[in-house]
Nanobody, 126 residues
Framework: QVHVVESGGGSVEAGGSLRLSCVVSGFGYGDNCVAWFRQSPGKEREGVARIYVRSGSTVYADSVKGRFTISQFSQDNGKDTVWLQMNNLKPEDAAMYYC????????????????WGQGTQVTVSS
């Protein structure tokens, strides 16, 4: 059974930083794709960044390039941790952030069966 658990959200002032964590377990040892999405009230969910946990290949949304960094660490027990380091946060970055895992990513989207975490809230004050 696949589990996806996020943590690390919180409240910061504009210009501040936060690091989100996502732990994926039960997904096996393949080059799985883990992606971060966000959704704020009244807006559609959007992809923020994604990474393949073995190859380290990354893709970022234009809105976060140069400010956000996605990285990963894969343990021998098949558990993968993916971080999203968010620097120079802007009020428009405020949203519920979700981590998701799947076998294949197409751009910032996950193709096929997708496993979602429960989300973690990020608030940015101006």
């Amino acid at each position: 059974q696949v589990h996806v658990v996020e943590s690390g959200g919180g409240s910061v002032e504009a210009g501040g930083s936060l690091r989100l964590s996502c732990v994926v377990s039960g997904f096996g040892y393949g080059d799985n794709c883990v992606a971060w999405f966000r959704q704020s009230p009244g807006k559609e969910r959007e992809g923020v960044a994604r990474i393949y946990v073995r190859s380290g290949s990354t893709v970022y949304a234009d809105s976060v390039k140069g400010r956000f960094t996605i990285s990963q660490f894969s343990q021998d027990n098949g558990k993968d941790t993916v971080w999203l380091q968010m620097n120079n946060l802007k009020p428009e970055d405020a949203a519920m952030y979700y981590c998701a895992a799947g076998r294949v990513c197409v751009g910032l989207l996950i193709s096929g069966t997708t496993y979602w975490g429960q989300g973690t809230q990020v608030t940015v004050s101006s």
